[in-house]
């Protein structure tokens, strides 16, 4: 019948999206940034976005064959020998084009896995004026508590002179308090090489407004973060994401709120719908994303957030600044575009 062929190509469809991530994976991301502009027609002002920059980024990860790993004093005849997947190597670009100005850089990285718990990646970065090399390390102890140091040079191309060196560190756990709430906290420092901070980052991320274990609703709890970050332009920011949004396991929603002391504060919202093919009670574990959302940054204005995510690795972003808040043309493009 027609619903079982329909059926049947959304399992094969499946299985060979499958059968391509364990080949190679693939991510490209797209930045449109549009600008509302005024066009005249016909002796009218027609208000239109116009594309203002354009950011493209295209990465391509090769795994290396796969090592069987045979214990010499097997305890269990039963017990296959363990596959390990120890390295993968990366090949990307960047391309941007912003007021008619352009600019590409090519990336090369390797990551080695020794052992199931450590992660060792190795990056060089090449731009037209920069080249950028960086050693990482990353690691997860016994007690669940995640580690990683990150070292960077940057040389300047033909001045002959010594790169500046960076390093990163950061942590993460997952901890119980306040009768038994879980919170999840990372801290992230990085430092140059005289010892001067250059950002540090403290987010705190938990689940639900109170501890109900009696809550029989199908829906998760809310994911409530907030973070402390230094060296950025806005250094306190709150957020919260829910999942099953309308009691629908498709759309998903999120709401943050940053204050800076220059810029005032920044509040965002949007809201994400998956589209996947169905067949009965049958439904793809691939599923494309659309969202949109609003964003206001103090006195700078509105913006629209537009994005689209593929599941085989495409990502667009379209943001479109309508208008700033001082500008006599600010709610009526408002309520134009609405």
Known sequence: SAEALELLLIVLEDSKQKKRQKEWEFDANVEINMHGSIFKENSCDVEWPDVTSTNVSLTASVPMPTQTTVTPFPTDNNQPPQQKQRMQLSIGGQSSLEKGMGSTR???SA???PVSHI????EL???QKHLETSLSSSTELTNGTGLSTKMTRQYALGSGKVGDLAF????HRTLSIFHGRTVHAMFALGVGSDLKMQYGVLSLTTWGFRNDDNDESDSPPPRITAKLKMGTQFPIECAIDQSHLFDSPHRSGRASLAWSPLQGYKWKWSISRK???RCGQHESEFASTVGMGVEHMGMSGLKWLISYQHPGGLSVRIPIFLSSFLSPRYWSRVLWIS
Request: charged share 15%; net charge positive; hydrophobic share 40%.
């Open 106 to 108: 090519g990336m090369l």
């Open 111 to 113: 990551n080695y896995k």
């Open 119 to 122: 992660d060792i990646s190795s």
């Open 125 to 127: 970065v090449v731009g």
């Open 168 to 171: 990163g560190f950061s942590s």
């Open 275 to 277: 589209l996947a093919k």
